[in-house]
Each structure stands twice: as structure tokens, then as C-alpha cells.
């Protein structure tokens, strides 16, 4: 038996979008969630922080000064972390920051992650189509019809070029092709607007294989 089909606001028009429950019908997993957006932002870090050790330092390893007589402080070598110019301990090294998520816990976090959006009216879907020809003033007047509270996460495909310039430049508004949009970048926004052929992308990335697609 198919699965009920959950409604979603379609800008510039009156009628409602059918979303399959089999995606957004998913109850909330918090720590599923948590686990697959902490490794989406990981994913994102450069890792390319770096500091010099004491044997790193462009610095002379002669002892400051002899050890009796001065009536100063004994002192070894220049080079410690606590002298001016010495190396820094325990400091950030180059590395990679991935965190590694299976992939039904990744797909489970995003049906999760849409799901939310899905069941307080958050997600509207969108024709490309009318934004064949750029214009910001249009999807600023299709989102203030909508009016949603806060930032708007704007989910396209990457040939609907016309949708990517007719939004990048309002302010609150982040867009992504569907390919690279992230449970952290969907839970992260309170409201999300999706093109239709980027709403069969996200379907497909969140799809319960063990259930054959959610069909």
C-alpha cells in the first residue's frame, strides 16, 4: 500500500505539493541528527592549522646563560613554550576533521532532518521554471508571499542557474544545489524552499534502501 502523501506549501500558486511520508513522514532522531550534522560541518574544516614546536623554532637550543654566578633564575634553552618566541605546546598540527557516518544513519538523519520542516509547514516547493530568466525581485516577492520567519535555505539543481541567481543575492537566503545541501544545512535553516527536480534529488538521497527506494 503507498504511503500517505504529506502536503507542502507551492510558491506562486494556491495548490499544495505532495510530499511521500515514506521521506518526510520520518519521526525526529535527535542523536541521529546530531551525529550526521557534526559530521557534515567536520567534513567542512580545512584542517590546515598548524603551529611550530620548541625543535620547530628558528631559535638557538644554547643554553640562555650559565647556570651559576648570574644571580638570575637558572634557564636552559630559548625554544621553551613559555619564553617570547619559543614553540607553542601541544598546538594544532594539519589533520583531517571527517567523522565517519553510515550511510542508513545519514539517510535516516535526513528524512529525520526533512521531516521537521515537513510537519510545521516549513518546506515550500518551487517551478524552476518561472525563474528560467533571473530575477531577484521575483523570488523576493515568491518568499515574502510565503513569508517565512528567519533564514530560507533555497534547494535547486545545479543546471536551474536561473534559480541560483535570482536568490543568492536576498539577504537570509542560502543556496544549494540538492546534490551538496546537508542535514546540517537543513536543520540548521528554519525554513526551506525546494525546486521540483531538486525535491526528486533530496527523495532519492534520504530513500530507506531497506525498503526498496520507500516505494
Known amino acids: 500500500m503507498a504511503d500517505a502523501a504529506i502536503k507542502a506549501t507551492t510558491l506562486g500558486k494556491q ?64 625554544s621553551v613554550p613559555h619564553r617570547r618566541g619559543g614553540g607553542v605546546a601541544f598546538g594544532p598540527k594539519p589533520r583531517s576533521h571527517t567523522v565517519k557516518v553510515n550511510r542508513k544513519a545519514r539517510r535516516r538523519a535526513l528524512r529525520s532532518a526533512l521531516s521537521v520542516h515537513a510537519s510545521r509547514g516549513s518546506i515550500a516547493v518551487f517551478d524552476a521554471s518561472a525563474f528560467a530568466e533571473p530575477s531577484t525581485k521575483s523570488a523576493a516577492q515568491a518568499l515574502a508571499k510565503w513569508a517565512p520567519d528567519g533564514r530560507t535555505l533555497v534547494i535547486c539543481d545545479p543546471e536551474e542557474t536561473g534559480v541560483y541567481k535570482s536568490f543568492r543575492n536576498l539577504p537570509g537566503v542560502t543556496v544549494l544545489p540538492a546534490g551538496a545541501a546537508g542535514v546540517a544545512d537543513v536543520i540548521g535553516h528554519p525554513s526551506i524552499a525546494v525546486s521540483a527536480a531538486a525535491l526528486e534529488v533530496l527523495e532519492a538521497r534520504a530513500a530507506d534502501v531497506t525498503r526498496g527506494g520507500g516505494s
Open 15 to 78: 495548490a499544495k505539493t505532495d510530499l511521500p511520508a515514506s521521506v518526510f513522514g520520518e519521526e525526529f532522531h535527535e542523536s541521529l541528527v546530531h551525529e550526521a550534522a557534526r559530521a557534515d560541518l567536520a567534513a567542512r574544516r580545512r584542517g590546515t592549522a598548524s603551529t611550530l614546536g620548541r625543535g620547530e623554532v628558528s631559535m638557538t637550543t644554547a643554553k640562555a646563560w650559565k647556570q651559576k654566578g648570574t644571580g638570575r633564575a637558572r634557564a636552559g634553552a630559548l
